[in-house]
């Protein structure tokens, strides 16, 4: 039988719902898993433990009263440390901002509570997203469950950590050029990045300008996700650039079983170097498409180098939202990340220009890939999670890598704005999970669920995670 820690939400909310158990028991179930974990893997960093033990009361008082208590009733949430809960502090993971105290919900986060989800919590972050690898100098390293001197990745590293050590079964992510799919394979999650817009961003005091920033679940189901983006996705005004919510709801496109489909595998994109043992166990889970009645073919072609591209962007956004407070604020950031800030102010209008010119490209050669493909299938990542304190890789069995070589499928997709999610395909040697990225064409999320949930079908991950004296608890 599933302990509670590793049901997934939907198993939970019908559970709620039917009265087989309590939003509260839930609650004090989690809040006691959080206390007796965490401090071995330092996913969250601040605990609304009060406020979500009211909520939860609430939440039954309303079902007592055969009121509709929300798809996601009692279910608890942890939220990333770059966005906002009211009452709660956004640190960004950053130092000057230890006591910066949200005054609203995220547009995101406003609508899972909506939905009957219950905040019990800040998970852990790189400062501003800015590595994927999750550690700070404010509140240190998170650890990967699945190995404790390994990372679970980043930027939503303490998200993804949470999910896999079964403190919480949903938790909130956001993804600029990786930092869902890193983490969700890093630590054997589900991680979908939506077409860009498909979520709101914001409240912001500056909306974004890049249109690389996307917001989106980890989950450990295909189910719990679509769960989830269907409670989350909409436009709003805050954010101009948010799409309107489908037609057809993702709980019940899910439903659709797609036959025949023309799938593209490409084992590198045509200039990445992989991990043997990953790149085989993305090789054979690709081959599995074609057990379920579909057409893989190599994609032999290579996407454009768009690497120093996506640093000029992610170095301009982030500028961006900082420079009024730059110069304060300097003496207390990181050096690497005051380093690139800095670069940032040195882009001209040529730089912007070739910017998009890269762009472009990238844009012309996906057309066609996705004229003769409906998905296109990647390794996650080309490695298996390093340590946990980092660097990152710079070689890969023995051949030297450039830096983003480590997280080499995930940020082209951000820049092209496709929608993007990561199954997990098995386990290294080491003991370390693993993944397959799905790419499908703009605003074919549910393409990319239906072929993400047809996988798990087939070779279900769900069920196998990370045990409590594995984690180095004893066995209550």
Excluded at 46 to 62: G, P
Excluded at 121 to 148: A, S
Excluded at 380 to 393: K, R, V
Excluded at 449 to 475: I, R, T
Aim: some cysteine; charged content about 25%; overall charge negative.
């Amino acid at each position: 039988m599933t302990s509670i820690h590793y049901m997934s939400a939907r198993q939970l909310a019908e559970q709620i719902h039917s009265g087989a158990i309590s939003p509260v028991e839930l609650i004090e179930k989690t809040l006691d898993r959080i206390e007796r974990v965490n401090p071995l893997i330092n996913a969250f960093v601040a605990i609304r433990a009060e406020e979500a033990v009211k909520e939860a009361r609430e939440q039954e008082a309303r079902i007592a009263k055969s009121m509709d208590p929300g798809p996601l009733a009692g279910i608890p949430v942890g939220v990333k440390d770059l966005e906002d809960v009211e009452g709660m502090v956004t640190s960004f993971g950053s130092i000057p901002y230890k006591d910066h105290v949200a005054a609203r919900d995220s547009v995101q986060v406003a609508r899972l509570r909506r939905a009957g989800a219950i905040v019990v919590g800040k998970t852990n972050t790189p400062e501003f997203g800015f590595t994927g690898f999750t550690k700070n100098r404010l509140h240190g390293v998170t650890r990967n469950p699945w190995d404790r001197e390994r990372t679970p990745g980043g930027s939503s590293g303490g998200a993804a950590a949470a999910v896999a050590a079964g403190m919480v079964p949903l938790a909130t992510g956001s993804d600029a050029g990786g930092s869902i799919r890193i983490p969700a394979c890093y630590c054997g999650c589900f991680g979908l990045k939506p077409t860009y817009g498909r979520i709101p961003l914001g409240p912001v005091k500056r909306l974004y300008t890049t249109r690389t920033w996307t917001l989106g679940p980890l989950a450990r189901t295909v189910e719990d996700a679509v769960l989830y983006l269907d409670c989350a996705a909409g436009a709003h005004p805050a954010d101009p650039d948010a799409v309107p919510r489908p037609p057809i709801p993702y709980v019940e496109a899910l439903k659709t079983r797609p036959r025949g489909l023309k799938i593209g595998f490409s084992p590198d994109l045509g200039y990445a170097r992989v991990q043997k043992e990953v790149k085989t166990l993305a090789e054979k889970a690709a081959a599995s498409f074609e057990e379920m009645g579909h057409h893989v073919d190599v994609w032999e072609a290579a996407l454009p180098d768009v690497g120093r591209t996506w640093s000029d962007l992610m170095n301009w956004e982030l500028y961006g939202q900082l420079h009024h407070d730059l110069e304060r604020i300097r003496p207390e950031l990181g050096r690497t990340l005051a380093q690139s800030l800095d670069s940032a102010k040195d882009l001209s209008i040529h730089d912007h220009m070739r910017i998009q010119e890269v762009r472009t490209a990238l844009n012309r050669v996906l057309w066609k890939v996705f004229d003769r493909f409906d998905l296109l299938l990647t390794p996650a990542m080309p490695t298996e999670a390093f340590g946990a304190e980092g660097p990152p890789p710079a070689e890969i069995e023995g051949h030297p890598i450039p830096l983003l070589g480590a997280v080499a499928f995930t940020y082209p997709f951000n820049l092209s704005g496709h929608p993007a999610a990561t199954v997990r395909v098995g386990l290294t040697g080491s003991g370390l999970p693993t993944g397959l990225q799905i790419v499908g064409p703009r605003h074919r999320d549910d393409r990319v669920l239906q072929a993400a949930h047809l996988y798990q079908e087939a070779f279900p991950w769900n069920d196998q995670w990370p045990d409590d004296v594995h984690m180095g608890l004893d066995s209550r």
